[in-house]
């Protein structure tokens, strides 16, 4: 919801506009297992998917 209400706002401003999407919980378990963050595969990806974001918006 909120990326469509960036893109909406974006379209509407006349702006370059992105989002970035990160899964991270597992749902597929008996019980929700929250591991946002922990994995150094999402920290060490973050600034490489920031960066492309940034050269696609052409920042």
């Known amino acids: ?5 960036t893109f909406a706002v ?4 006349g702006l370059d506009v992105g ?4 899964i991270s919980d597992y749902l597929t ?3 929700w297992d929250p591991v946002f963050g922990e994995s150094p ?3 060490d990806a973050l600034p490489v998917a ?3 974001l940034a050269g ?3 920042r």
């Not at 989002?19 to 990160?22: T, W």
């Open 56 to 58: 696609v918006l052409g």
């Open 10 to 13: 974006g379209d509407y401003r």
């Open 19 to 22: 989002s970035l999407f990160l």
């Open 29 to 31: 378990t008996d019980d």
């Open 50 to 52: 920031m960066e492309a």
């Open 41 to 43: 595969d999402v920290v």
């Open 1 to 5: 919801m909120e990326a469509a209400a």
